[in-house]
């Protein structure tokens, strides 16, 4: 595949106050969740999802929610070092951005992410749910890709 | 996931949590010998001294109010202070006096807010102490004790209003809940269900339907009572569902009480139109004072309201209409597991597809193509057998569990 052009609107206008010109991260809360939205776009979800998550009374590691009154349990993680979360939007066909950037760039990175949120629908999270195997074939998948020492 | 483990998780609920914890230390107990002195009976129980500043000057009370009580209706306004501080958990309280722990009990049980589409629902449970006297001189007169205990003679037979809450206007139902308020021979305990709960009850993986939540509601309540000892002798409750069987139901739960579920119990036993009175002022006063913790972004319209919650009422449904998110759905007051409330989010808000809906789209076979002869042109129909074999028991989908005959 070849590489595609993109754009990096992650860092924030530097802080001007302390000037230092070390970019600040827009650090956004990022949640896979057990179902699909057919819609594309802004939705609160801040405000609507992510303030009422609260820890479970049995094990504060898992977490509380609920989706238009489906109950949902969740975990936080964080991403394998050497691993980055982005958010990138698609700018082919789309007109956002097109007068900054030049025409040839397709993507414009928007968010970047340390840590994420997996819920399953009423079932507490365990090493069972995909997203931990994913992470256990991470590790898995750079130690036998690794060149052997010889 | 099998049926004991919906029990389990249901009898977690149960457990007190600090919440209700800190509200059973609230519990107000009269002294039986003169019930103007007031006993505290716990750490917290420093406002109980206070004079209630309303009901002697006027006899009047606001319930939605914002003035603090003693005795029930300190719990009460309890309750309720602590179900607005968070919505989306139940809350349970207990209101006891001395004497419903020394003396027989006469229980009713009772619910409110069943049917409405917004809101809690309430439980409630009612004692009141069995009138003696009464009861002797029936016996004088040759009437057997379950032929008295069809119509149970309480002491608060003397309150003469007291029927069924349905009949009875809010505000007579608010005084009469004041009334038990400040009676020495009564005790009453309050369940809140919230309305997230309801449906996320009815949303899980094993349905667990509001029969359920009403049945361990009063089992919950029942047990709320034995534990801290007030005295039953019997227990009366509307029936929800087949009456035969949540009879037994109570019966195997409890082996030590009596019970009787009946029909139109509310309107039968004093103790249940009791229970029903409480349930129903909590509901309401619940309903009427909800906090949205995004108020700003709720349209209320010219009503400046929600209304009753059911889903006939205009002013509801209005509301629903209002304050669709169009990801996110309805705020914390919609149950939104009835059908009004899905309804209309399937026709206003965008689709949302849960990856277990398509697991499970797989139909199982009509249980008549087990039966009878196979029809002619069912001769190549064996094809379609395996079909249902590779349907696995829910058992193994949830865990992940697949079968292999070999690694790879």
Partial sequence: ??????????????????????????????????????????????????????????????????????????????????????????LKGSSQLADET?????????????????????????????????LDWMELSKILHEPAED | MSSSDTEMEVKSEAVPDETTISVKDEELELDPEDSVKKEETGTAADNEVKADPVKKDTGKVDLAGDDEFTG????????????AANPDEDVTVYHLT????????????????????????????????????????????????????????????????LNDSKQLTEKVREEIFQKFSDLDYIAFGLKIISPSQIANKSYRRQKYSLNEVSHNAAIELIQGFA??????????????????????????TFPDLRFKVDKKADSKYKPVSAASVCAKVTRDVALKKWKFPDAENIDLGLAKGWGSGYPGDPVTKRFLRKNIDPVFGFPNIVRNSWSTASDLLEKCAVKIKWESDEQDEVAAPKI?????????????????????????????????????????
Avoid at chain 2, 240 to 250: A, F, I, N, R, T
Wanted: proline share 5%; glycine share 6%; with cysteine.
């Fill in chain 1, 1 to 90: 595949m070849s590489q595609r052009k993109y754009v990096d609107n992650t860092e924030s206008s530097s802080s001007e106050e302390n000037g230092s010109s070390k970019p600040v991260s827009k650090e956004v809360s990022v949640h896979h969740v057990p179902f699909k939205v057919e819609y594309e776009g802004q939705a609160n979800v801040e405000a609507k999802f992510s303030s009422n998550s609260v820890p479970a009374p049995s094990d504060s590691k898992v977490l509380i929610n609920q989706f238009r009154g489906r109950p949902l349990q969740g975990q936080k993680f964080d991403l394998p070092e050497s691993y980055e979360g982005l958010v990138a939007l698609d």
């Fill in chain 1, 102 to 134: 030049s025409k040839d760039t397709e993507i414009s990175l928007v968010n970047r992410f340390e840590t994420m949120t997996y819920w399953n629908w009423d079932r507490v999270p365990s090493g069972m749910d995909k997203h931990v195997k994913l």
């Fill in chain 2, 72 to 83: 029930g209706l300190g719990v009460f306004k309890e309750a309720l202070k602590q179900f």
């Fill in chain 2, 98 to 161: 001395e004497k419903c722990k020394k003396v027989s009990c006469y229980v009713g049980i009772d619910e409110a807010g069943r049917g409405p589409v917004l809101g809690p629902m309430v439980y409630s449970i009612f004692a009141c102490v069995a009138d003696e006297e009464s009861i002797n001189e029936k016996k004088k007169k040759g009437q057997s004790l379950s032929k008295i205990e069809d119509c149970p003679p309480v002491l608060l037979d003397k309150l003469s209003k």
């Fill in chain 2, 227 to 252: 534990d801290r000892g007030i005295k039953i002798e019997r227990v009366y409750v509307d029936t929800v569902g087949p009456m035969d069987k949540y009879q037994k139901k109570l019966e195997l």
């Fill in chain 2, 368 to 408: 008549s193509k087990f039966f009878g002869k196979k029809s002619v042109g069912d001769e190549n129909g064996d094809e379609s057998v395996p079909e249902m074999s590779r349907r696995k028991s829910q058992f193994y989908s949830y865990r992940d569990l697949y079968q292999t005959t070999s690694i790879f």
